[in-house]
């Protein structure tokens, strides 16, 4: 079974709105690097970022950290 990470989660939100690194990046003000360091698991958003990267997706902050979708009776807001 493959491990859920929020790298490949985001990726995979990010792909899934049709949007690239580099257009990610200018939303959140930062670097495509930085997204591309996310999305490898080599490194993690800041915490401050985490709430405006969910709302971006449309996801929970606590998707976004556990690299999966909840079902909706579950969910609680950032």
């Known amino acids: 079974m493959e491990k859920k990470t929020m790298g490949s989660f985001l990726a ?8 690239t690194q580099k257009e990610l990046a200018e939303r959140l003000n930062v670097s495509d690097k930085s997204v ?11 915490l401050a970022l985490i709430p405006v990267i969910a709302e971006v997706f ?3 902050c606590d998707e976004l950290l556990r690299g999966e979708r ?8 950032c």
């Open 12 to 19: 995979a939100l990010r792909r899934a709105n049709g949007m």
């Open 58 to 60: 449309g996801v929970t």
């Open 36 to 46: 591309s360091r996310w999305e490898r698991d080599d490194g993690a958003p800041d």
């Open 70 to 77: 909840t079902p909706p009776q579950e969910r609680t807001p």
